[in-house]
């Protein structure tokens, strides 16, 4: 039976689409002491997460990377990254997770080069990096603050401060292009290409051969490659991507069913709604429905 990994808005919890929950901020010991500080490999379908060891130290599984770092100690997770932890007992710092393509579109337009760093993940040792604690923890206290708040731009000044966050994340890599960080294994890159080839064309059903074909794979190594890393087939990452994007729609827009239909590549409606009931358990107008009351 193929191995599973598990997907989660914040570990333990059941995964909510991104639009549900925008960011979130809370202390390691919170959530990792209620699991005897063991945190089984999982992925966050659309949230980056960012940790700040201040103290303690840590075994980091990042896809096929195993890391161990002590405090202090920056991690950086990417959407869609297996990982795992073993904290030590002492282990504290901030935890902020946050969904990642609002932060993605923000950055195209106040950096563009800072999408980049949202998708890489990164293990850094800060010691040798005097000045980056006293850089970081203030916008961390900041986001934490922001997150107690129930007031008009919660959400905007929250992914505010996380933008101005991930841009000093990217100045500790500049200054310190040395420093200890996770170098892309050749499976990991693989992964990350088929992703982005995925993201450009989902919509037009290319066959999975022309994707294998670009990677210089085969369609079963990329089967094989995709639950080696992901823990699920790459049918099912272009499936999960229609879904995403068909969510997405249904939510924050008015389009009629037929033109999404039409709009995420389907010969007609009726194959539309079969194909997102059977991933879903909902028709497009009932996923609609359910989602708008939620969030109202």
Not at 80 to 108: N, Y
Not at 140 to 155: D, H, K, M, N
Request: charged content about 20%.
């Amino acid at each position: 039976m193929p191995r599973v990994i598990p997907n989660y808005s914040l570990y333990g919890d059941q995964a909510q689409p991104s639009w549900q929950s925008t960011f979130d901020f809370e202390w390691i010991p919170v959530r990792s002491a209620r699991y005897n500080w063991e945190i089984q490999p999982h992925t966050h379908d659309a949230f980056v997460q960012i940790l700040l060891l201040r103290q303690g130290a840590a075994d980091v599984q990042l896809d096929h990377a195993r890391i161990s770092e002590r405090a202090p100690c920056l991690i950086l997770i990417p959407a869609q990254t297996v990982h795992g932890f073993h904290f030590a007992p002492d282990t504290d710092g901030p935890v902020v997770t946050a969904a990642q393509r609002p932060l993605e579109s923000l950055a195209q337009v106040v950096m563009p080069e800072l999408v980049e760093n949202i998708r890489k993940p990164l293990v850094m040792s800060l010691v040798s990096q005097d000045a980056a604690m006293d850089a970081l923890m203030p916008i961390f206290l900041a986001i934490e603050r922001e997150s107690r708040r129930s007031s008009i731009g919660q959400v905007a000044a929250a992914l505010s401060l996380i933008t101005a966050l991930l841009v000093q994340i990217a100045r500790l890599r500049q200054v310190d292009a040395a420093t200890p960080v996770l170098r892309d294994s050749r499976k990991h890159g693989q992964i990350q290409k088929f992703r982005a080839l995925v993201d450009a064309r989902f919509k037009q059903h290319v066959p999975l051969q022309d994707y294998a074909s670009e990677l210089g794979i085969t369609p079963g190594q990329l089967t094989r490659l995709c639950r080696e890393v992901l823990g699920t087939s790459s049918l099912a990452v272009l499936h999960a991507r229609l879904v995403h994007e068909a969510q997405r729609e249904l939510v924050y827009t008015d389009v009629s069913i037929k033109r999404l239909a039409s709009d995420l590549g389907f010969v007609d409606e009726a194959y539309f709604g079969r194909f997102f009931r059977k991933h879903t358990g909902l028709t497009p107008r009932e996923f609609r429905s359910r989602a708008r009351t939620s969030t109202q």
